[in-house]
């Protein structure tokens, strides 16, 4: 699992990986980083649109309802993204990341910083296709919310 995740994570997209900093992404492999993000921007939509479509009950819910909760899903994927990136990244027990992101002519310090909110963006962007699928899935066995989203 770590290596299915590594491989979504661990990408050019949104200028995340560097191999120059090499240590941050081995220390986000070994500690279980990896899955925790990947839990994260699959756990928190298949929750939030579970209670969407079986727990919350007013049939007469609009377009904009069901876009609002989109958004509130979307930004409790990229807060917990984030939390879960800054966590890992800024409190690992290895000491080769530590001692790099003290030093600052290593650079490390720098890019470190900018990580967490790179992958909250992309978790999020992730979040919202994902979140599509499940609604599109959720909504053919809801008794109460059958028309949203289309």
């Known amino acids: 699992m770590k290596e299915i995740f590594a491989a ?85 027990s290895n000491q080769d990341l530590i001692d790099a992101l003290a030093a600052p002519e290593s650079g490390y310090d720098v890019y470190a910083a900018s990580l967490p909110f790179k992958y909250a963006l992309f978790n999020g962007g992730l979040s919202l296709f994902i979140s599509l699928l499940f609604s599109l899935i959720m909504k053919q066995f809801s008794k109460i919310q059958i028309h949203l989203p289309f």
């Open 8 to 92: 979504l994570y661990e990408n050019d997209w949104f200028g995340i990986y560097s191999e120059n900093h090499y240590l941050i992404f081995q220390t986000l492999f070994d500690d279980g980083g990896y899955i925790k993000l990947g839990l994260s921007v699959i756990l928190i939509p298949l929750f939030c649109w579970l209670v969407f479509y079986y727990i919350w009950r007013y049939p007469y819910g609009k377009l904009w309802h069901w876009l609002l909760w989109l958004l509130f899903t979307t930004a409790l994927v990229f807060a917990a993204t984030w939390g879960i990136a800054n966590t890992e990244i800024f409190a690992s």
